[in-house]
């Protein structure tokens, strides 16, 4: 890689959260970043304990735990204390109507505040939350809230009318609809209002003694790769998420946390509820959608510390151009971080640039529950490469032999991204699937169905879903290094690479590219773009065909669908396409 490592100075590496990742990892242990917790009485472990009661136990409850800000420019500050009694009484809106623990609660909610009171008081009460998209359509509503076994919905007036109202009568499971607008609301026939029947519930509930291995969370993958899967996790990923915010995130309380993730992706909850409450910071929690001139004008006047959005979010800012960011103040920031896709080298730096920090990359999943491999703030970091595994993970490359053995690959090799089963926040099932849970395990590894590699300094570079790896003439070509390349070229905003079949090269690589404002498609382009891309990457590796797009196929967590540009371009059959942004389906 011709991008330089970025080193922290030795004022950064000391002042950050965990200063000497080393160290950290030679005396980490999972039993340790437990007894850093609160803890139930009678040796039980609850999150939305962790995330709230505890700190208003301990005298902090009138700090700001979350810092709303309406579409409409409207601004509201919840406590702590504020929000331990949401939750409290959200808890008993449902005990009062005869829902107990397991009880299974979902979500159907942008950023408002009843959101953080349904989570947390579902968590408080021992009943098991799911959050969804709003932007979800009908039949991925409706497939997920079966497959969850929904008993209870919290969502709107409006999303119930238009995505649930015609056939949601129809699901045996659902016994009560909570319409979270405000008292104004007209509430639907069937439906329950939930500001009033809050202000009627008592302000404290007993949070129920939830065991570390009780079940707290269902949440279901992208859907990426095929048809999403509902990963259950229990109280115990807690300790993962307090752990993993602070070293990942650098998180520390009275930061001024921003995490851009929408509710109904799994990011949204560890990172965008748990990680961040039990570190006692302040949440910005935005309702408004993506908007460059927004979030730069966040970001600066709410002098956001910590930052934690997506690689197609910074691509956005950086298609949006330097100029956007003019005139702001970022000198608050602190630590950036990126998850969700490979984070190309060229976002990093031009984290550095323009915000004036580099983007740290981590990598993980909705079956790891947390972070496991990042760039943390002490360490120094290699642009491109997603870091190291953090304290308490263990992490290698594995090849499968013929016979089914998992051996570890050396350093430089690509091989499947594996780790060793044991952290708190690893997902405990695939709801009503399990063989395709025990095919996830082998050899004493958990297979994460990424490829990578690992470099020899223990940093792991991502290199394509075990599906989307190319072989052509012999060569083995993960996409996210072509579509790196490809970004780097002055008029390339996006890029999606695939393999096709070709009867000389087995396959040839084909990609497809979104352009900035102010470039528009021609030959002549495509030709320059394929020049640099073969200077950068060499003729094997740099792509045979470039397509203009006006955008690329994402799910509704914002990660590019290869597989559908592939099927579309084989003329296959697309597969689930449900998570599907609307606008591309
Ligand atoms: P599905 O499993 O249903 O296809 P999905 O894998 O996209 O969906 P998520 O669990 O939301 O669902 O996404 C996790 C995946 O996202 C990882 O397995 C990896 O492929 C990708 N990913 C996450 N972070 C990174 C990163 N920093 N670099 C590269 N890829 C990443
Ligand atoms: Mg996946």
Not at 42 to 56: K, P, S, Y
Not at 76 to 90: N, P, V
């Amino acid at each position: 890689m011709s991008w330089e490592t970025i080193r922290k100075d030795p004022a950064t590496r000391a002042a950050a959260a965990m200063p000497d990742p080393d160290a950290e990892r030679a005396r980490f242990t999972w039993e340790a970043a437990r007894a850093r917790l609160s803890g139930l009485p009678g040796g039980g472990l609850n999150i939305a304990h962790e995330a709230v009661d505890r700190h208003v136990a301990e005298g902090h409850g009138g700090e700001v735990a979350i810092r709303w800000l309406g579409r409409d420019g409207a601004r509201r500050e919840i406590t702590y204390a504020g929000l331990a009694g949401d939750a409290a009484r959200f808890a008993g809106v449902l005990a009062a109507r005869g829902f107990g623990p397991g009880t299974r609660v979902f979500s159907l909610l942008g950023r408002v505040p009843a959101l953080y009171a349904a989570a947390l008081g579902t968590l408080k009460a021992g009943m098991t939350f799911t959050p969804l998209f709003a932007a979800f359509g009908p039949e991925p509503i409706r497939a997920r809230m079966e497959i969850g076994g929904a008993e209870v919905l919290v969502t709107t007036a409006a999303l119930w009318r238009r995505k649930l109202a015609d056939w949601a009568g129809g699901l045996p499971s659902l016994r009560l609809v909570l319409i979270a607008d405000g008292e104004e609301a007209e509430v639907p026939a069937g439906c329950t209002a939930l500001a009033p029947a809050m202000a009627a519930a008592p302000e404290r509930f007993p949070t129920h003694p939830t065991g570390p291995e009780d079940m707290a969370l269902i949440h279901f993958t992208s859907g990426t790769t095929g048809r999403p899967k509902g990963a259950v996790h229990v109280h115990a990923a807690v300790i993962a998420h307090a752990a993993t915010g602070r070293f990942a995130l650098d998180l520390r309380p009275g930061d001024i946390y921003w995490c851009t993730a929408d509710p109904g992706w799994v990011t949204g909850t560890s990172y965008g509820i748990i990680a961040p409450l039990a570190n006692r910071v302040t949440m910005v929690v935005d309702e408004a959608e993506f908007d460059v001139r927004r979030w730069y004008g966040i970001l600066a006047a709410e002098r956001v510390t910590v930052f934690y959005t997506a690689p197609t979010a910074i691509r956005m800012l950086m298609r949006a151009g330097r100029d956007a960011a003019q005139g702001h103040d970022f000198s608050a920031l602190r630590f950036l971080a990126s998850v969700g896709e490979p984070l190309n080298p060229e976002a990093v730096v031009w984290g550095a640039q323009v915000l004036g920090r580099p983007f740290h990359d981590n990598w993980w999943q909705t079956e790891t529950g947390g972070i496991m491999i990042a760039n943390t703030a002490a360490g120094d970091i290699r642009p491109g490469s997603m870091g190291r595994p953090l304290p308490g993970v263990t992490a290698a490359i594995v090849a499968r032999d013929e016979d089914g053995t998992v051996r570890e690959c050396a350093a430089g090799a690509i091989g499947e991204l594996a780790l060793r089963p044991g952290w708190p926040s690893m997902m405990r099932a695939y709801l009503h699937e399990e063989a395709r849970y025990a095919r996830c395990f082998a050899g004493g590894w958990y297979l994460s169905g990424d490829l990578a590699l690992r470099d020899a300094d223990g940093y792991f570079w991502f290199v394509g879903r075990a599906d989307d790896l190319i072989k052509s003439s012999g060569h083995l070509i993960g996409p996210f290094e072509v579509e790196s390349a490809l970004i780097e070229h002055p008029a390339v905003a996006e890029a999606a690479v695939i393999g096709l079949p070709d009867e000389a090269a087995g396959e040839i690589v084909k990609a497809y590219v979104a352009l900035k404002p102010g470039f528009a498609p021609s030959e002549a382009l495509e030709r320059e773009i394929r020049g640099h891309a073969r200077r950068r990457l060499g003729p094997a590796v740099a792509p045979r065909e470039i397509a203009f797009r006006q955008s690329l196929p994402k799910t509704r967590s914002g990660k590019i669908m290869r597989r559908l540009l592939k099927a579309r371009e084989l003329g296959l059959p697309e597969g689930d396409t449900s998570t599907l942004e609307a606008d591309e389906r």
